[in-house]
């Protein structure tokens, strides 16, 4: 079966959103079995006590990417037409700036949140609230940000296009990237000082 | 092998986590050719909500017009029945390893009160970061990363970048 199953037509349209609340629960499961739902485990990646948001972040992005490329390249998938992000130059880095100002306040990002919801969590109760006002503001005074929000659209360009470099390279190079940055976080993590939370 | 905890205080190998879930990833592309998200759920309750109490306000408003067509409503949206999922599924998780609880997780050093006062302000913030980068660490950063786009890894690197930047600087909120 070539995939992505659904826009090739192996599996009906209709099935669409029964799939997605079963893979809401692997997401939601993974993200809370790692730690994801306490913002001081979050917070340590930050701050070298525990970096358990890195080694979870990057094994997952590598672990897809490598299922992704292979896939394609076997030809089980056609990377092609998968969705790709449109590529807003400033919109995202600006969009990106605010996010990681949110963390340092809040200690989630939405995903996080939600499982913090899960399990009982009051401060991810009121991050979550701070969301849903968030995109109302946002929304309410777009007129303003239209132009940055407009601004510069490269379309759903690849890092690698942008960079000049072949596909496989690059993600060799992010692989190994992830790799150096495991063992520097294991490094990091003897040398702090442990918080107790 | 050892007795699993229940008590709250265990937590799978990160590794595994980070392998769990990127095969979660890599499933969610499989099958519908798009990446996981969560910002986009609280977007698609607003674009509602505000439909619903506003239906003008909502079509003159360039911004929510872009996300209401006739036919269908935005609450019926690929990420809200996601987003319904990682509720259950977190819960499960929760419940599995003994953390059901209420209460305010935060540092000694500060109260609950701020502490909600902060988290309440980091969602805000969060929000709207999430609507210019169009999408959040799960839809834009993670997803985005998976298949090697250039706004997934430019908004992973200004998340993480930022966020390490002000975690020094609003420190006592934390250590």
């Known amino acids: 079966m070539v995939g992505p199953l659904i826009p090739m037509g192996v599996i009906p349209e209709a099935w669409n959103n029964v799939i997605a609340l079963f893979l809401g629960v692997g997401f939601g499961f993974s993200l809370e079995a790692s730690g994801f739902s306490s913002s001081r485990k979050i917070m340590g990646t930050f701050f070298g006590y525990d970096f358990v948001v890195l080694r979870v972040f990057f094994t997952a992005a590598v672990t897809a990417m490598t299922g992704i490329i292979y896939f394609d390249y076997m030809g089980w998938m056609d990377m092609s037409i998968l969705y790709i992000n449109p590529y807003y130059v400033m919109s995202a880095i600006v969009g990106g700036i605010i996010m990681g100002l949110g963390f340092a306040f809040g200690g989630f990002c939405p995903g996080t949140s939600f499982t913090g919801?899960?399990?009982?969590?009051?401060?991810?109760?009121?991050?979550?609230?701070?969301?849903?006002?968030?995109?109302?503001?946002?929304?309410?005074?777009?007129?303003?940000?239209?132009?940055?929000?407009?601004?510069?659209?490269?379309?759903?360009v690849k890092i690698y296009e942008l960079l000049g470099m072949r596909q496989n390279i690059f993600a060799f190079l992010l692989i190994v990237a992830a790799v150096g940055m495991f063992y520097g976080a294991g490094f990091v993590e003897k040398k702090v000082k442990k918080v107790e939370y | 092998m050892e007795k699993m905890k229940r008590d709250g205080t265990f937590y799978i190998n990160p590794y595994l986590g980070g392998v769990l879930l990127g095969l979660v990833l890599f499933g969610t592309y499989y099958i519908t050719g798009r990446g996981l998200g969560a910002s986009g759920a609280v977007k698609s309750t607003v674009v509602t909500v505000v439909h619903a109490a506003a239906p003008t306000h909502s079509l003159d408003n360039k911004y929510y017009s872009k996300f209401l067509s006739e036919d269908s409503s935005p609450m019926n949206n690929w990420l809200v029945f996601e987003v319904i999922g990682v509720l259950v599924g977190g819960f499960l998780s929760g419940t599995l390893y003994g953390r059901l609880k209420f209460k305010v997780e935060h540092s000694p050093k500060i109260t609950s009160r701020r502490r909600l006062i902060a988290a309440l302000a980091g969602g805000l913030l969060f929000g709207i970061g999430s609507q210019f980068a169009r999408g959040c660490t799960s839809g834009a950063a993670l997803s985005g990363m998976a298949v090697l786009s250039a706004s997934g890894i430019v908004t992973m690197m200004a998340i993480f970048g930022s966020a390490y930047f002000f975690s020094w600087i609003f420190k006592k909120l934390w250590i």
């Open chain 1, 117 to 156: 919801v899960a399990i009982g969590k009051i401060d991810a109760m009121f991050f979550t609230a701070g969301l849903f006002i968030g995109v109302f503001v946002f929304s309410e005074l777009y007129p303003l940000f239209e132009g940055l929000y407009n601004n510069q659209n490269l379309g759903g």
